[in-house]
């Protein structure tokens, strides 16, 4: 399995391109299913999840072709994927696949909707507390459809098509919009989601759907109104840029001190995050081409934060704050609220000298002047980012372990950092 050493101490300085989202990727992809022409997507990172997800749906029938770069194109531009799936030639998705990565389970959306039955694997993915999928098999029963459960598997049917309902959601849920919008949009009259969640990612898939033929009102808001069409057509679409990894690198700046320039963000994608970190002493500074970010001179002051849906604070950038917070002059409380258990990262930071101690559903973290490398271990997507930027600013070489986490969700993660100045390279196995 591939390491990664890190040898910190060194600032950062220079430009990062920001990649297309993965969080948007993936559904936008999953979203290929809904039409038997070609969607054409845009911008779509280099990520082990979005490889997972092309074969994924190549069982499923789809035909997935990615443009090869043409001259011109910058080194750091996406993907264009090429989507069709004419014939859906399998409406099951095994768990082999499915256990891989949880937001496949999002499949059973488009196939129940196009198809009138699916059968698809209960998730796996990211070890952050107990995911379930209530909410998501909810929303398909308020649209007609007959779901039941056996040997692990989601089996859903709607032999006569869905019908539209009014879907409410008691808690703020990605993926449950995700498969709600995604069902709704060829059920048979009009839907309503009620506290609809309003990330990004869930508007970048709602304009999608839209170029695709479909009929949404309330886009970015918690209220989704669908009319349902009979047949969606194809599409072209950017993928939008990924907020968290742009937040990462902002909190890796802040962390090691430096310059860095965000390149293709925008500042409202992650405003939240932004805010914090200005608290925490950097300079933020918006641009025509991304954000700026720079901490010189300047300690890092405690900031209590708590997670929240969009547009607060994302669960996504937590594991990165609380490192952010391990070097501050004081104590800071953070507080998560949106999973339980997203904590594996506090004793693999504590290696590194940090002083962290956990109270229920939050964080204390005692600041301190000095961080030492140390051996550690990637243990969740999110998590493992933190490590890399913890071992940004401490004395000595890191190494982390189990990388892979960080390529299901970071591109090029070490050339972007090592362009910048970090000492990083990848030791391949
Ligand atoms: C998505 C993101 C993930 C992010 C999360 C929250 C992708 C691929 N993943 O995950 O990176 O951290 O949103 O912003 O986009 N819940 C239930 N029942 C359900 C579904 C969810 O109780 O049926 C709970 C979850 O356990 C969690 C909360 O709702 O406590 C929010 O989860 P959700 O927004 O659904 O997360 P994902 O879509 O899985």
Redesign the pocket.
Same mark, same amino acid.
Not at 128 to 138: A, E, H, S
Not at 171 to 178: I, L, P, Q, W
């Given at each position: 399995m591939d390491r990664i050493r890190i040898v910190g101490g060194g600032k950062l300085n220079g430009t990062i391109p920001i990649s297309g989202a993965?969080?948007?990727a993936?559904?936008l992809m999953i979203a290929s299913l809904l039409t038997p022409e070609t969607l054409i997507l845009e911008n779509v990172p280099r990520l082990s999840?979005v490889r997972m997800l092309k074969r994924i749906l190549g069982n499923h029938g789809v035909d997935v072709t990615v443009n090869g770069k043409r001259p011109g194109d910058a080194a750091t531009d996406g993907e264009v994927v090429k989507l069709n799936a004419a014939e859906i030639v399998d409406t099951t998705a095994p768990y082999e696949l499915v256990s891989q990565?949880?937001?496949s389970f999002?499949v059973i959306g488009p196939l129940i909707a196009r198809m009138g039955e699916a059968k698809v694997s209960l998730?796996g993915?990211?070890a952050?507390?107990?995911?379930?999928?209530?909410?998501?098999?909810?929303a398909l029963e308020r649209l007609g459809v007959a779901i039941d459960i056996e040997g692990g598997y989601v089996i859903a049917r709607a032999p006569k098509g869905l019908r539209g309902g009014e879907i409410v959601f008691p808690?703020?849920?990605?993926?449950?919009?995700?498969t709600a919008l995604m069902a709704a949009v060829l059920a048979q009259g009009t839907t309503l989601i009620r506290n609809a969640?309003r990330?990004p +990612?869930v508007t970048d898939l709602a304009e999608c759907l839209v170029k695709m033929g479909a009929r949404i009102k309330g886009i970015g808001t918690s209220e989704l109104e669908i009319e349902g069409v009979a047949r969606l057509g194809g599409a072209r679409h950017r993928v939008l840029p990924d907020r968290?990894e742009a937040g990462t690198y902002a909190f890796a700046t802040a962390m090691a001190g430096g310059d860095v320039q965000l390149q293709g963000v925008q500042p409202h994608l992650l405003q939240a995050a932004l805010d914090k970190l200005a608290e925490a002493g950097a300079e933020v500074t918006p641009n025509n081409e991304g954000i700026r970010i720079r901490r010189n001179g300047a300690g890092i002051a405690p900031v209590d934060m708590t997670t929240e849906?969009?547009p607060g604070f994302?669960?996504?950038l937590q594991a990165q704050f609380m490192a952010l917070m391990t070097r501050a002059g004081g104590t800071s409380r953070i507080t998560e609220t949106?999973? +339980?258990n997203?904590f594996m990262h506090v004793q693999e930071l504590a290696r590194f000298g940090a002083r962290i101690r956990l109270e229920g559903d939050a964080a204390i973290v005692e600041g301190t002047e000095t961080l030492k490398g140390a051996p550690v271990m990637a243990t969740d997507?999110?998590a493992s980012v933190s490590l890399v930027i913890a071992a940004l600013a401490a004395e000595g070489e890191t190494m982390i372990n189990r990388v892979y986490h960080l390529d299901r969700g970071f591109e090029a993660l070490e050339t972007k950092l090592g362009a910048c100045g970090a000492a990083i390279e990848r030791i391949r196995a």
């Open positions: 993965k969080n948007a993936l559904p999840d990565m949880r937001a999002w998730p993915g990211c952050i507390g107990t995911r379930p999928v209530d909410l998501l098999i909810m808690k703020v849920t990605v993926g449950g919009t995700h969640a990330e +990612e968290i849906a969009f994302p669960t996504d949106i999973f +339980e997203r997507l999110r």
